[in-house]
């Protein structure tokens, strides 16, 4: 290496170049080469930009790596080789001992048993308990029950049974309510003026519709649950000859959900709200046809839960067409608690009774990127490996303590 001296008014700078880079630059100028303030500014911004160049196109080329993985490889974040590897480097320093005393004072956990399910094939293997059984017999005609030997009548000794899985289609059918209408004949002889008293009606689930309950329980469980949308229903029940249209099942739809779901829903917000520790997210879908919209654009569910320690968990949707941090103050209303939400800046802004606390899945997820821009001989011992490893670790305990009481596990 040898030293370039830059020279200005003010003083002397020291550059030092390698010294092919320093005959390149002096070999017609000597070993002193005199610069002006402004251009040697000039050089070190070019310096500056460059750094700053190839920071950025490192970062790029993480991206491009991580934006490969996602497209083609794994979707699942599951320890890799290097993170088995760096778990049992990083427990067997002084974190190890610290952490094994915390497994060491927790107890064993009875998990709840379960038995496995034979795989023979057999319709016992899949059948709930108390599904019905149509029994069929099948006899020799009486003219066939005689011994074609001796002549003999042949007496039952013993049954073969078979037994087979029978589906149906959908069955419909039309319930009349009848109701009877009764009047006075002793009014009606000494009056002239009968008491007439009608049986009370019992209450429609739609009133002035033909809709029953169990017509809208089904078509709302075949799209919501099956995903079997309108038009295909309306299909298959053209099929077995109801002319049932999709229109009509959309009003039964929209009418039973304002009508008998809303309030359920209202209550069970009204539950929700009261818990202490709640969990929120959001997600986008696409709305076909909504006002003021384009059908590419992005609208939100977001959704709101308990916490495990609710004895009734309570899990509720709420549609928004944008992702406003306002959305979620709207709906939290007067909660106070903790908000177990992932790292969307929308809800720091929300109000300081609300205590928004981390998800360390999405903290994990973060260590995973950066361990997969990686190449694979620098990833053993990185600091991206030894950030999955402990969340890993992490979740480890936790599962073992799945079983204890918060107190217990807090401790």
């Known amino acids: 290496m040898k030293t370039l001296k830059i020279l200005d008014s003010h003083g002397i700078w020291q550059y030092t170049k390698s010294m092919e880079e320093t005959k390149k630059a002096t070999s017609n100028l000597g070993e002193m080469v005199s610069i002006s303030q402004t251009e040697y500014e000039k050089f070190q911004s070019l310096e500056s930009r460059l750094a700053q160049a190839e920071l950025q196109n490192n970062w790029l080329l993480e991206q491009l790596k991580l934006s490969k993985k996602k497209l083609f490889g794994q979707s699942t974040e599951q320890a890799g080789e290097a993170v088995v590897e760096q778990l049992s480097l990083v427990f067997n320093e002084a974190e190890a001992l610290d952490a094994k005393s915390v497994e060491d004072g927790i107890p064993d956990t009875k998990v709840k048993s379960h038995t496995r399910k034979r795989r023979s094939g057999s319709i016992e293997d899949i059948i709930p308990e108390n599904l019905p059984v149509e029994r069929v017999e099948h006899r020799l005609p009486d003219k066939e029950q005689v011994c074609p030997v001796c002549g003999s009548e042949m007496v039952e000794i013993g049954t073969e049974t078979h037994r087979a899985l029978k589906i149906e289609p959908p069955r419909y059918s039309v319930v009349e309510d009848i109701y009877y209408t009764y009047a006075c004949k002793a009014c009606k002889t000494e009056t002239d003026e009968a008491l007439i008293v009608k049986t009370p009606k019992e209450p429609t689930v739609l009133p002035g519709s033909f809709a029953s309950p169990e017509a809208i329980a089904h078509i709302m469980t075949q799209k919501f649950v099956m995903y079997n949308p309108l038009y295909r229903q309306e299909q298959e029940m ?174």
């Open 238 to 411: 053209n099929r077995g000859g109801l002319k049932l249209s999709r229109q009509t099942m959309s009003n039964w739809i929209l009418r039973a959900a304002d009508d008998w779901l809303k309030p359920i829903y209202e209550q069970l917000h009204r539950q929700l709200l009261q818990r202490k520790v709640l969990h929120a997210d959001e997600t986008t879908l696409q709305v076909l046809r909504e006002p003021g919209k384009s059908t590419s654009s992005k609208s939100y569910m977001w959704i709101y839960r308990t916490s495990g320690d609710a004895a009734r968990p309570v899990v509720l949707y709420d549609y928004r067409p944008n992702r406003k941090a306002e959305n979620a103050e709207h709906f939290l209303g007067e909660f106070k608690g903790w908000l177990h939400a992932d790292g969307y800046q929308g809800y720091h802004k929300l109000p300081d009774r609300i205590r928004v606390v981390g998800c360390f899945a999405h903290a994990r997820r973060k260590f995973d990127e950066a361990l997969n821009t990686l190449p694979k001989e620098q990833q053993s011992g990185s600091c991206a490996a030894v950030g999955v490893s402990y969340c890993s670790r992490l979740s480890q305990m936790e599962q073992a303590l799945a079983e204890l009481p918060p107190e217990e596990r807090k401790t």
